[in-house]
């Protein structure tokens, strides 16, 4: 089982609707979750974080982490077509104290 | 507050040759870490530098190495260089050591070996 799991995409999701990026883990005991958004040919930006089970909101997205199913999602609502992109996860490990990326989503916001 | 500053951004090598990369870290971030992202292999991470010293290393051969000075200020090296070097070489700094940091990354060196 990979450490960190995305769906490739493209994810393809109408301008103005919810497009919900999701990315499973294996370590039990990681405890710092994050979400980098990755223009093609540019770094990775640093969108939200999160440390606790639950939701949390910083303008239209939506972090949302479930510890007990090892899953965290990325809500982006009223989707623009700047915001297609590549969506990366990234999950600390414990055991040798790591952030393992997922090899991300690509979103495409169709207008 | 000024980011992360890498150089150079793009680079030319023949395989063979070395390479020194360089990172300076945002003002006050004393953890800098680096990473080489792939078409095939995605973001890879190499090592991690805190406070002059390696605090933590990937699993990449002893051709990558790297050390970090006073300032925070980062380089990293990668000697013998082989094809399949060709890579996004990131850095990112984080104001504390180890993974549970926030991280925030340069704008990358593009290394190409012919």
């Known amino acids: 089982q990979k450490e960190v799991e995305q769906n490739s995409g493209p994810l393809s999701v109408p301008e103005g609707a919810i497009a919900s990026l999701n990315c499973t883990y294996s370590d039990r005991g990681s405890q710092s979750f994050f979400w980098y958004r990755q223009y093609s040919g540019k770094s990775p930006e640093l969108i939200m974080f999160i440390y606790s089970n639950g939701d949390k909101e910083d303008g239209r997205f939506t972090a949302q982490l479930n510890k007990a199913s090892q899953y965290v999602s990325l809500l982006i609502r009223d989707s623009q077509p700047s915001d297609s992109a590549t969506y990366l996860c990234?999950?600390?490990?414990?055991?040798?104290?790591?952030?393992?990326f997922g090899k991300g989503t690509r979103l495409h916001i169709l207008p | 507050k000024a980011g992360v500053t890498q150089t150079p951004r793009y680079l030319i090598k023949t395989r063979g040759q070395q390479v020194t990369l360089s990172c300076s870290p945002i003002?006050?971030?004393?953890?800098v870490s680096w990473y080489q992202q792939t078409p095939g292999q995605g973001l890879q991470f190499l090592f991690e530098?805190?406070?002059?010293?390696?605090?933590n290393k990937g699993n990449f051969p002893g051709r990558f190495s790297g050390r970090q000075f006073s300032n925070s200020r980062s380089e990293m090296n990668v000697s013998t260089l082989e094809l399949g070097d060709s890579a996004l070489y990131l850095c990112?700094?984080?104001?504390?050591?180890?993974?549970?940091?926030?991280?925030?990354f340069g704008p990358g060196t593009r290394l190409t070996v012919t």
């Open positions: 003002s006050g971030h004393r953890s």
């Open positions: 990112a700094s984080s104001l504390k050591g180890g993974s549970s940091y926030e991280q925030y």
């Open positions: 990234a999950v600390n490990t414990v055991r040798d104290d790591k952030i393992i």
């Open positions: 530098y805190f406070s002059e010293t390696q605090r």
